[in-house]
């Protein structure tokens, strides 16, 4: 092992992800590679397809998970059903959403923001208010803005979008795995995610699933695709049907441990693991607030795997950060953008979001601040 | 650990990729996942940059991994240089050649291709000459052509190429790691790569570098470059430089495993490395003209890690390699296009090429054309 390998020791990660891996993920992750074309490496294939239909709530087709982290899936979503020209309105509360409107712009497209202050939830009432005065192509929005800990909320706007007739495009990252994630109920388009949060496991992959009237839309494309890699007509040709043709070479070792950290999900019960982070969440900002800290979000909207708090008065974070990770082995988050220096994130994503870990966070904490 | 995973087990990966991975890249890859922001991450982040420095025998600061396959530093490299309406010359003799042209032609380049049948190398002659013809921002060029074993004169070709003044673009996913490559005495301007070929490690990074003029072409866009994820001016942010601002969360243990596989590359030697690479390809093309094979491309444009050979007349191809996998636990590929049905591709890349391998395979295949 080299030197600077066995420097690497484990961290409770509880910042804004990666998250705590389960042994039996490290496990499968570190199985023999075989060939992405091998019956076993299949088999496996299919399977992780059909527990991200059951984890998403869909029975879309289209659904499996690109070879890049999870901004390879938001760019996925908008390379392969923006064409230039085409309207788009992205809902804005944070970095992720920001990130959707820099994606969508380089594309060509022609984008409308509707934007919030940072820590506040989307609005519907503005979302149909803005569907009326405007036709748009595709309306995109971040189930669980990781930059603030605020969930907004994706069902609702789900039902005006519908009533509208624009593809509905879903950031759902930091969601999936931790809070119900309802990909046809909500009527949603187009949605991507990413392994190395609530899912637990390493950063790689980040799951993506397609409605049909999405693949009609990449099928009625006037243009090519601009990005061969994720180009999703090709993608299928390897992820599905008879042939499995090669389009290029799965990240195999990173697809198993995908499979087993959704077997894991599953074989719990996504309810029972939703209900843990709830708990956990509960736990962590009663702690907090024993401390005497204050949530950024208001709470109908907070997140339970992401938790922005207020930073306590004249206190060096970063020092505070410094500490926990050297003296602790605890990783959290700084804020972002107009929340630096202003909140930690604080995350309880899957394998994280268990009590020993908010105990032992909330203990740190607390020595480290009395230390002062 | 779920079913299907628990019937994974070794396979002699003696395919066009992925290759076998030594035990210390495995154990790598498990190494306990970390934040993409740790101060011990960040100097594992800088050892690999340096490790692919040497390895690609180049001065270039901007040389890191992409966070996708060896198709993703493909896209990386032109996504980053092309802009709409630019000339680009392609020299084409297999799959990866019409794979660059299809990657040029959907981001608006104008095209052109030398091609030349599958099987025999590019003469640089005809790039000369094509060059006096046209004014080209771009050529680009296979050096290991996977799908047909031929290794292209990339240094004869860059000599030219330098006298014109166009950029010149290598994909050396097969041959990094193999045989060597010279990056700055080649006078390349951008290179990818892949982790799954020669350098033993499972498939999901494509190891980059750009030359200073390559870097000055990108900062002179007239556009943004039309994909987010592979920017490279942002993803720079990260890799280098005082702040290492967040761009992507980065595949971690993808990282992890890449570095321990280039220790080992960089701790033999790689010339020492290039050294078995030959004198095994010598062994399993002896071995196989001993069966009566007959090799597909002329010698001096062989590669060591890829062997194309001809099929023995009325074989069922398809038969013998099931064989050969589920018989003897070995891998082979088939041919791709124009030699599909006429040719296996017999790896022996990395951790593959080596004595006990070899003459494993040619036993196997020896006792399954006798059955025949």
Known sequence: MSESL?????????????????????????????????????TIMDEVKSHLRTLFITENTLTLPISGTGSAGMETCFVNLVEPGDRVLILINGVFGQRMQDVATRLGARVDALEYPWGEPVDPEDVFRKLKENDYKIVAVVHAETSTGVKNPVGAIGEIIREHGALYLVDTVTSLGGIEVEVDGWHIDAVYSGTQKCLSCPPGLSPVSFSQRAIETIESRQTKVPNWYLDLSMLLNYWQGETRTYHHTAPINMIYALHQSLTLILETGPSSVYDRHLQQHQSLVDGLEGLGLEMLVSKPFRLPMLNAVKLPEGIDEADVRKKLRMEHKIEIGAGLGPLAGKIWRIGLMGHTARAENVSRFITALDSILKQG
């Open 6 to 42: 066995e420097k690497i020791e484990p961290i409770l990660l509880m910042g804004p992800g990666p998250s705590c891996v389960p042994p039996e993920v490290y496990k499968a992750l570190a199985l023999p590679t075989i060939g992405h074309l091998d019956p076993v490496f299949i």
